[in-house]
Structures are given as structure tokens and as C-alpha cells.
């Protein structure tokens, strides 16, 4: 029996499920709650390995505060179709971060650095830690 693969539209639309509910504090039971679903209901939907019909995609957007918009940003393209006209790809790798839990906090964090002059500060060294990378 072949094993079925998340759709990667599917997987970017659960992401940014994930990332919009971390940025508000909110737990996947308490979405599930909202949404008259579980939590392991919730986390499957974010992981891409169910589908999110159209009609529970517009009450996430609800509850979430986002235009239906928000899910498909940076969303990879359908086989077969091209980018408009000299388009650039979206860096999914920024999404990526800020759905991961401690991308969302580091932005958190960085964010409430009101001192400009430290913020610069700030990112040298993680790109001096990190090792630069111009994307």
C-alpha cells in the first residue's frame, strides 16, 4: 500500500494555521474548542495530513483575525502553472521561522528591543553565530 503525502499546499495552508495561532498565544484546544473539534484534530490540519474544507478555512479566519489571503501567502505553486510575469518566488523559509515556536519568540523578543543601535547589534551577532547568508 503507498503511504500518502501531504499535499505541499496543504502542508503551507496548516503552517500558517500554526504560525497565525502562535502568534496569538492560542492553544490547539482552544482552536479545536472553537472550531467544535479536538486538538489532534487541530494538529492535522497543521501538519497538512487533512484537508481544511473551505467552510472550517473561513471559521479559522474567524477566529484567527486573517483574511482567507493570510493561509496562501507564499503558498508553492501547482504543478503546471507559471508565476506571472517576472514574479519572484515567496522565501518560504521566513514563513517557515515564524511558524516554528522559537522563530516566534526570538521575533517576539526582537521586536521589544526599542534601542535601534542594539538591534543592529543583535543581528550581526546571530549572522556572526549563524554565518552569513545572503537570500
Known sequence: MAVKVPDPVDKHVGSRVRMRRMMLGMSQERLG???????????????GTNRISASRLQAMCHILQVPVSFFFEGAPQMA?????GG???SPTYVSDFL??????KLVRAFTRISDAKLRRSVVRLVEEIGGEDDR
Open 33 to 47: 474548542d472553537a472550531l467544535g473539534l479536538t486538538f489532534q484534530q487541530v494538529q492535522k490540519y497543521e501538519k
Open 80 to 84: 503546471g502553472q507559471s508565476r506571472r
Open 87 to 89: 514574479e519572484a518566488p
Open 99 to 104: 511558524a516554528a515556536a522559537d522563530g516566534l
